[in-house]
């Protein structure tokens, strides 16, 4: 049995070289690559916000080619129905009073939910119990879904004609919420000389099954976590609350609600990741606060005020960071 040190040295290999094979399709969002397999790590959910075209689909869909993980997509419409992705029973058998159940493409390890917010909310609240639950009840009965169990879901955050805005709890199922950025002319030029000279990158696998992922999510929870540092989480969370004495200035002001219980487990998950990819068997503040902006920017709900003067979660984020 190896020691703690050479398993954490062992992880980081393991990250590095998952992440080395992604960057042979996705240039650029360096943060976004890394916060997705963070999440992927932990077990945990990750809305990606970006307007279309900036290779959202593509990472999920390279992402599973090199983890060889069962990969699905769902296009979400406002037609989509709920059983158009967790399934239903069919009837089988030739007396047709046998009912069979038929899995729905939620039945995968890595799910793209695309275009979430096109969805109408009961549509949309399909994916409530298979994201939190790992399991999803149809007809009354129970079926569990596949470890690990990832969902991916994007949205444009310009487009707000025929969408439907996500609602507050399946929002705070999202261990992060990664902002897609767009390229800089530099990641343009490489776009296109990848894209457009008609070689396509040899991706090679690095997984060598689901349950190597399992084992190196149980391990992440055994990083070392100082009472000092939890609390540091705390109090960032405590923070964004309005009403709470520990609230930033920015919260009192512009903020509604703030963030839940879930955004500090996301601090402390996400921190201990970082912890391990920087060398180190236990969690910094410096792991929390990085992991602050998509562990919390989605879980923080704006007042009128904040909306009408065009205030972002980030800024109330930062104040809470820098103070």
């Given at each position: 049995m190896n020691s703690?040190?050479?398993?954490?040295?062992?992880?980081?290999?393991?990250?590095?070289?998952?992440?080395?094979?992604?960057?042979?399709?996705?240039?650029?969002?360096?943060?976004?690559?890394?916060?997705?397999?963070?999440?992927?790590?932990?077990?945990?959910?990750?809305?990606?916000?970006?307007?279309?075209?900036?290779?959202?689909t593509l990472l999920v869909r390279t992402l599973a080619e090199v983890t060889g993980l069962h990969f699905s997509r769902i296009q979400f419409t406002p037609d989509l129905m709920p059983s158009d992705i967790v399934g239903t029973n069919l009837i089988a058998g030739e007396d047709q009073r046998v009912f069979r159940f038929q899995p729905g493409p939620v039945f995968a390890n890595l799910v793209l939910a695309d275009?979430?917010?096109?969805?109408?909310?009961?549509?949309?609240?399909?994916?409530?119990?298979?994201?939190?639950?790992?399991?999803?009840?149809?007809?009354g009965v129970q079926h569990p879904l596949v470890a690990p169990f990832q969902v991916l879901a994007t949205q444009n955050p310009l487009e707000m004609e025929g969408t439907y805005p996500l609602p507050e709890a399946q929002l705070d199922r999202f261990l992060f919420k990664l902002k897609v950025n767009f390229?800089?002319?530099?990641?343009?030029?490489?776009?296109?000389?990848?894209?457009?000279a008609g070689a396509d990158p040899a991706i090679g696998r690095v997984v060598g099954d689901a349950a190597e992922l399992v084992e190196w999510g149980a391990f992440i929870r055994k990083v070392a976590l100082a009472r000092e540092v939890q609390e540091r989480?705390?109090?960032?969370?405590?923070?964004?609350?309005?009403?709470?004495?520990?609230?930033a200035p920015k919260a009192r002001r512009f903020v509604r609600y703030g963030a839940s219980p879930r955004g500090a487990q996301a601090l402390i998950l996400a921190g201990k990741v970082f912890a391990l990819l920087d060398n180190r068997f236990h969690v910094s503040r410096a792991d929390i606060d990085k992991a602050a902006?998509?562990?919390?920017?989605?879980?923080?709900?704006?007042?009128?005020?904040?909306?009408?003067?065009?205030?972002?979660?980030?800024?109330?984020?930062?104040?809470i960071i820098g103070g």
């Open positions: 703690p040190e050479a398993d954490a040295i062992q992880f980081r290999q393991f990250f590095r070289t998952i992440e080395t094979e992604l960057r042979k399709r996705i240039v650029g969002q360096s943060e976004v690559v890394e916060g997705v397999l963070v999440a992927l790590f932990v077990g945990g959910h990750v809305l990606l916000e970006g307007v279309p075209g900036l290779g959202k275009e979430i917010n096109r969805a109408t909310p009961k549509t949309q609240s399909a994916l409530l119990e298979a994201m939190q639950e790992r399991h999803v009840t149809v007809g390229p800089t002319a530099e990641e343009i030029h490489a776009i296109l000389d990848r894209t457009t989480a705390v109090r960032m969370v405590m923070a964004t609350h309005p009403d709470n004495p520990l609230a902006f998509p562990a919390l920017r989605h879980r923080i709900i704006l007042n009128f005020e904040g909306e009408a003067e065009g205030i972002t979660t980030d800024e109330v984020l930062a104040e």
